[in-house]
């Protein structure tokens, strides 16, 4: 899932990692541990016979640690593990519904968005014929030049919002590319965006 990638959710499932393993050493640490130590030289009733042969020596001494007098800290320990493994459960949970809501809030903008974009073209498209029809009826003397400005006028500024909804699109594809936890998976066939996720018009497309 792309999702695991993101950094939030890795930070918070690491911490909750660690602070499993908290509450497993916390935990051992109520059962008694068991040392074993050996001691290895020479022995002799008389200084001079230290270092013959067959005065060699071992010993072995086992030991047990029991924690009798320290429960209560051990306890503790424990019971501020489990603790804390509950706070970092509720951090990752946390982590994965703020990463699922801004994708689904992404896009949903970009759906948003693309419906603005087609309306605004459409738009743009309009008063470019009705400035175009200006322009005609000027030249031939049927109307004056004022209903050529004013057409003009409306396309620039229909233009300008076609611009700002391009930008805009653009923006949503970098917050997806946030969300998502850095990028999309690219498939073996093509590299390049599908036509609907690319935010140029058919004609632009057909002019590069």
């Known amino acids: 899932m792309v999702l695991t990638q993101r950094p939030d959710i ?7 990692k660690a602070a499993n393993a908290n509450i ?23 200084l001079s016979g230290l270092f013959k042969s067959g005065s060699d020596a071992w010993a072995f001494s086992p030991q047990i640690v029991l924690p009798i007098f320290d429960m209560g800290a051990r306890r503790a320990n424990l019971k501020v593990a489990n603790t804390d ?18 994708v689904a809030d992404a896009l949903a903008q970009r759906g948003t968005l693309n419906d603005q974009f087609t309306a605004q073209e459409s738009l743009t498209q309009a ?35 076609l611009i700002a909804l391009r930008r805009a699109r653009y923006g949503n594809l970098v917050t997806l590319y946030k969300v998502l936890g850095g990028g999309l998976i690219k498939t073996a066939t093509s590299t390049s965006p599908p036509h609907g996720d690319d935010p140029r018009t058919s004609s632009e497309i057909k002019q590069t």
Do not use: C
């Not at 890795?10 to 909750?16: D, G, P, S």
């Not at 009826?137 to 030049?145: E, F, L, N, T």
């Open 127 to 161: 008063l470019r014929t009705t400035y175009t029809l200006a322009t005609a009826r000027y030249k031939a003397g049927i109307d004056s030049y004022l209903s050529v400005l004013d057409a003009q006028r409306s396309l620039y500024a229909a233009e300008q919002g």
């Open 10 to 16: 890795l930070m918070a499932e690491n911490q909750l």
């Open 24 to 46: 497993g050493a916390a935990r051992a640490a109520f059962f008694p541990r068991i040392s074993l130590t050996t001691s290895l030289g020479t022995m002799d009733s008389q």
């Open 85 to 102: 493994r509950d706070i970092y459960l509720a951090q990752y949970e946390k982590a994965i519904q703020s990463a699922f809501r801004e």
